[in-house]
């Protein structure tokens, strides 16, 4: 039988504390001039069942969570602390020489506050220039490749995911199509609104939240586009849609959504948009007037005798003269072409 770590962290963390539970029963014994036998028994006991307790909140459980954390911290977060750590442990032992010529205390104390000191400041500073990081190493890995490498470029190439286009649904069919290149971007303020959306009372809301939810991990899991969740944040801006729009400006990376009010707002600010409704108009079939369909006529139009019916891209078609023949399958001829805001409308007739 396989036994968990945690398992034996506990027997470990038992035997430990019932060896100190010795050790302290026989000196209280000692002290107070009196037979061990029964404290040392109840000191075991007791060092025992500490030690079978709490031994896995103090070992196992905060290195499983430190784990976890580190594994869904985006890279060049986790760089940046790196980086931080590092420079400022470098500046704390430059520091120390000179302290080390103080009298005590001081000399034993002083050095260990500035490696904690400057080690904090290292991983805040660099963690708020984690971006000018990025943009640093990007800048030379494109001198290193002599600006000729396109695979160099694309790999640094970002797309912000809106909300919308999350709870669509569609971005996955899209990303296994090959006609995106780069990595997939989801902010941390997007996942949270994800999830209030799931967890809203109202039934309609909490599905589609729901659905953006499980869209996001068939990104992660199914996609051969890489996904990845980023804790990039703008602080100066509270609203989820100009969050996303600023952080989009910083990169200069590209937003893909749905919204049509975000899609102005972005235009309006320089930010490129990726409209998955453009993409679906552009790609329906191009009809010219005289060419022959077959479509079913499903409902009656909002004009006096005409039939509506949907080609398998979605695209409408009103028939003239076509209400006669309801829930009837039938070739018809295209009359005229139509392109809506809403999509791209086709008239025809029998």
């Known amino acids: 039988m396989k036994l968990s770590t945690e398992f034996v962290f506990r027997i470990i963390g038992a035997f430990i504390g019932a060896v100190l539970g010795i050790i302290a029963g026989t000196n209280i014994a000692v002290f107070l001039e009196v037979s061990p036998e029964a404290y040392v028994t109840v000191f075991a006991l007791l060092g025992f069942l500490v030690g079978l307790i709490l031994t896995p909140y103090v070992t196992v459980r905060p ?47 002083l050095p260990v506050v500035a490696a904690v000191i400057f080690s904090y400041l290292g991983i805040v500073i660099l963690s708020s220039r984690q971006n000018d990081l990025r943009t640093l190493f990007k800048g030379m890995r494109v001198s290193s490749s002599g600006g000729g490498n396109n695979d160099a470029f694309a790999d640094d190439y970002v797309i912000l995911l809106d909300t919308s286009v999350i709870i669509d649904g569609r971005i996955v069919d899209i990303s296994k199509t090959g006609f995106i290149r780069g990595t997939l971007l989801v902010p941390n303020f997007i996942l949270m609104e994800l999830q209030h959306i799931a967890d809203s009372p109202d039934p309609l809301r909490r599905g589609r939240g729901r659905l953006g939810l499980e869209v996001l991990s068939q990104l992660q899991n199914d996609s051969p586009i890489r996904t990845e969740i980023t804790d990039l944040d703008v602080t100066d801006v509270r609203e989820a849609d100009s969050k996303l729009v600023a952080l989009a400006r910083e990169l200069n990376a590209p937003i893909m959504t749905n919204d049509y009010n975000l899609n102005r707002v972005a235009e309006l600010q320089g930010v490129h948009v990726l409209n998955i409704n453009d993409l679906a108009n552009a790609v329906k079939i191009t009809c010219l007037p005289g060419e022959e369909l077959k479509v079913k006529i499903i409902q009656e139009g909002r004009e006096a005798g005409q039939g509506v019916g949907f080609l398998k891209d979605g695209t409408m078609v009103v028939v003239e003269d076509g209400r006669p023949l309801l829930n009837r399958t039938l070739n018809v001829t295209v009359t005229k072409v139509l392109q809506t805001s809403a999509g791209r409308m086709i008239f025809a007739k029998p």
């Open 63 to 109: 290195l499983n969570a430190i784990t976890k954390r580190l594994s869904q911290m985006p890279p060049e977060r986790l760089v940046a602390i790196v980086t931080g750590l590092f420079l400022g442990l470098l500046a704390a032992a430059l520091l120390s020489l000179p302290l080390a010529l103080l009298g005590p205390p001081f000399r034993q104390i």
